[in-house]
């Protein structure tokens, strides 16, 4: 068995990938090979993954970024978020987080918007990447909130997080379990999280939701799928198996330690979800006027 993972190694879609290969290899009693292919914010791995054997022996991990933003925002994708893949299950989800260095005036959402109104278009926000989830968090909080504030991409969370500690950047959207060590050193401060509820690895920080916006949320996900055309009668047995490993304590256990939120579908319920989440995304973007600075 083969697990295409559209990213780097210690990324949250390979530590997911690498879980699941794990169990797999528990359940079948055979081998699962890992192959990471990062590159053009994840749409390369993706793009392989739908081009791959329809044979049952190739699965990949995506991800909200991939499926969901890169097609719309990207013009020369060369796959079908909806054509081109069979959905296995969910395996996790991952709140953002608005997060300031730690001497930063801003000390919630309140005074962000505040001084964004006061000053449009002085204020900088960082982001882990054109296209990624951490982006649109960020777009879609600018358009929440009616305030003009500069996007500014970087190649990973690592960068985003080291200009905002230095101060080139006034606040970063990204991934919790990327902003968790400077916020739990106290170098950072969060401000809101992105999720519908409170993180449980932040309890102590409201979402947006509570922070006077109850209409936003701006979770990423991460899924299972196979290229479509696979075999339905393997697409149902992989994805019993899938859904046998992410409704696990074990596997529960492990994806909260990596930071993210365990989540567990069934093939019919992740297909639905993508068809949902590929239409609002598509909004967001469009509405936004978000693009690949």
């Given at each position: 068995m083969r697990l295409i993972v559209p990213a780097a190694p210690g990324a949250g879609q390979d530590i997911l990938g690498r879980i699941l290969a794990q169990k797999l290899e528990l359940l079948w009693q055979q081998p699962v090979v890992v192959e990471n292919r990062a590159g053009a914010g994840g749409t390369l791995g993706?793009?392989?993954i739908a081009k791959a054997p329809k044979d049952g022996y190739t699965l990949g991990v995506v991800?909200?970024?991939?499926?969901?933003?890169s097609p719309v925002l990207m013009p020369n994708v060369a796959y079908d978020p909806l054509k081109d893949f069979a959905p296995l299950g969910l395996g996790a989800s991952n709140d953002c987080a608005l997060a300031v260095k730690f001497d930063s005036p801003f000390r919630s959402v309140a005074d962000v918007v505040?001084?964004?109104?006061?000053?449009?278009?002085?204020?900088?926000?960082?982001?882990?990447?054109s296209g990624s989830s951490t982006h649109m968090a960020g777009e879609l909080f600018r358009m929440t909130a009616g305030v003009d504030i500069v996007h500014v991409p970087y190649r990973g969370s690592p960068a985003a997080i080291t200009d905002t500690l230095g101060g080139q950047v006034n606040m970063t959207f990204n991934t919790i379990n990327a902003v968790l060590p400077s916020v739990m050193s106290g170098q950072m401060r969060a401000l809101a999280t992105t999720g519908q509820t409170r993180d449980p690895l932040l309890p102590d920080v409201p979402s947006f939701a509570e922070a006077g916006y109850p209409a936003y949320e701006a979770s990423g996900w991460l899924g299972f799928v196979a290229p479509a055309g696979t075999p339905p009668e393997i697409v149902r047995s992989v994805s019993r198996a899938?859904?046998?490993?992410?409704?696990?304590?074990?596997?529960?256990?492990?994806?909260?330690?990596?930071?993210?939120?365990?989540?567990?579908s069934s093939a019919q319920a992740f297909g639905d979800f993508m068809q949902v989440e590929i239409a609002r995304w598509a909004t967001v973007v469009r509405k936004s006027g978000a693009k690949l600075d």
């Open positions: 993706t793009d392989l991800n909200s970024s991939s499926l969901a933003i505040a001084a964004a109104k006061a000053q449009p278009g002085m204020l900088t926000w960082a982001s882990a990447g899938i859904q046998q490993i992410t409704e696990s304590e074990a596997f529960r256990k492990a994806i909260i330690t990596a930071g993210m939120r365990p989540q567990s």
